[in-house]
């Protein structure tokens, strides 16, 4: 006889509890993107070398709408009802909706990428590996097991728990092709937002090494803030975990 799980609140606070089955936030997540090969000489150099860039994307990324995966179908039928058989994927695009800052960096950057791609004064295109550049999207969660010590110059120490990155998303060969139009009016001040949409090569996603968290309590490890370059400290273990991934 199988495994049987009749229905029981209980049971589900239980589930709910352990951490792991814990429903995720749809307002905790992190993006980079890259700078292409064409834009690294010409406009990439002052940005891909600087923290404007990537800090730019991240923390004025709006909202982010993670693509699809569907595969094509083709029907085929002997004798009875039709099978369909998988033979493909389809391609998909992402799509990023950006806060739109006063000195318009973001509307420029993808501007300036596009007309790279194929300009309006020309009919020429320019090569595809040189337009096209690398995306990842991180999904953050509450609560690591990671512990981040820091001292104010009054000695009082203070300890706040880390995030953790439970997913990851990496796109290949994106490309912006389109961006949405900017509408101002004389109507109550609001936020103005730009979406763009980005098609991609392929993508691959993958759970953070999730043997090496720990949803509880136990096992910490404690980072002090005051010596970040020495991580033999307080039993850090560079092959235990990535402090690129616990928001360090």
Known sequence: MGYRNPNSFVKFQDVIANGAKEPARSNLFGVEIGVPAAMVGKYGGE??????????????????????????????????????????????????????????????????????????SENRVTFYDEYVANIMITKWELGSNIILRTTNRRGEEFRQRQSRSTGVW??????????????????????????????????????????????????????????????????WNTEQVDASFFGV
């Not at 994307?57 to 009875?80: C, F, H």
């Not at 493909?88 to 799509?95: D, E, I």
């Not at 090569?201 to 002090?224: H, L, P, Q, V």
């Open 170 to 235: 990496q796109m290949y060969g994106c490309y912006p092709y389109d961006m949405s139009a900017i509408t101002m009016d004389n109507g109550p001040t609001q936020l103005i937002k730009m979406n763009v949409d980005f098609r991609f090569e392929r993508y691959r996603f993958d759970t953070i090494a999730m043997k090496t968290m720990s949803f509880g309590k136990d096992n910490d490890i404690i980072i002090d803030n005051n010596r970040r370059g020495d991580y033999s400290i307080a039993g």
């Open 47 to 120: 940005v891909s070398r600087s923290r404007e860039h990537y800090d730019s994307i991240n923390y004025l990324m709006d909202s982010v709408e993670i693509p699809p995966r569907r595969l094509k179908t083709q029907a085929y039928r002997t004798i009875g009802t039709p099978v369909e058989y998988a033979y493909g994927q389809q391609s998909q695009t992402v799509k990023f909706t950006f806060l739109l800052t006063k000195d318009l960096w973001h509307r420029q950057f993808i501007e300036r990428w596009m007309n790279i791609c194929s300009r309006d």
